[in-house]
């Protein structure tokens, strides 16, 4: 039987300063990687393609769009999905090729474990850990079901977890960064509920920020993360809460153009 191959996919856009590391953690994996690049006005595609990765440069579908474009590129029998934020420890890489070998025809992906570092630290907890993300999918199985700006895979046949090493993440490089990226996802996540004809009640502004602050910080234990459980169950709830005030903007329809 010739060997299972492995084919590694990238989203990217302007990620020069995170991409060399993701793509040092596939050293020695033996994959064909590609790097989808959506416009990159940094050197992103120089980079990946001085490290040997076959670059293509394409129009942001939206991240739904653009990661069931992604399931659609490469030779390899099975997909690996990364963003370019996302690197593998070493024990995980090593796992991949046994798991892809001897994975049983009714198992059609592998959910990774991936740990979140934010702000200098590890979030162990917050809900953010663990965090079983399906990222490994037979080629041909897999269809891309979420809703934009939140991707999400799903796989016909049997699911297993990969309990070798983490998949480790780094979203922001900065507070900053953070409420920049909450301000535009509750942008287009408000813009969507819009359009469906939705409206955001005075109790939902109120109570259900708090909600998630509470579910964060208290019952999923956010406060042993110390001060960064603390901001980052903040922001959690401040992200509720802007995404329900956009909406109600937009639904009663005022825009201060008053002079």
């Not at 299972?4 to 590391?21: A, F, G, H």
């Not at 269809?143 to 780094?170: I, S």
């Not at 259900?208 to 459980?229: K, S």
Request: hydrophobic content about 40%; proline content about 4%.
């Amino acid at each position: 039987m010739p060997p299972v191959t492995i084919t590694v996919c990238i989203m990217t856009r302007d990620e020069e300063e995170n991409l060399p590391r993701c793509l040092a953690s596939l050293e020695g994996l033996g994959a064909e990687v590609v790097v989808l690049d959506s416009h990159s006005t940094d050197r992103t595609r120089e980079l990946a393609a001085a490290a040997g990765a076959t670059v293509l440069e394409e129009d942001w579908r939206g991240m739904n769009g653009q990661r069931a474009r992604t399931l659609e590129l490469g030779s390899g029998d099975w997909v690996l999905c990364l963003d370019a934020d996302e690197w593998l420890e070493d024990p995980l890489r090593l796992a991949l090729p046994a798991a892809t070998d001897g994975a049983p025809d009714d198992v059609d992906g592998f959910e990774l474990d991936r740990r979140t570092r934010y702000l200098g630290g590890w979030i162990d907890h917050c809900g953010w850990s663990p965090e079983w993300r399906l990222r490994l999918v037979r080629r041909g199985k897999a269809r891309a079901t979420g809703t934009d700006p939140h991707d999400r895979l799903e796989v016909p046949g049997r699911v297993v977890r990969l309990a070798a090493g983490r998949l480790n993440h780094r979203p922001f490089r900065s507070l900053a960064a953070h409420i920049g990226k909450v301000n535009r996802y509750t942008d287009e996540m408000a813009a969507q509920r819009a359009a469906r004809g939705e409206r955001a009640s005075l109790g939902k502004l109120v109570w259900r920020p708090l909600g998630r602050f509470l579910r964060m910080f208290v019952l999923r234990a956010g406060w042993r993360d110390g001060w960064r459980g603390l901001v980052l169950s903040a922001v959690g709830g401040f992200y509720v809460f802007l995404k329900y005030a956009k909406l109600r903007a937009l639904s009663d329809g005022r825009d201060d153009d008053a002079s």
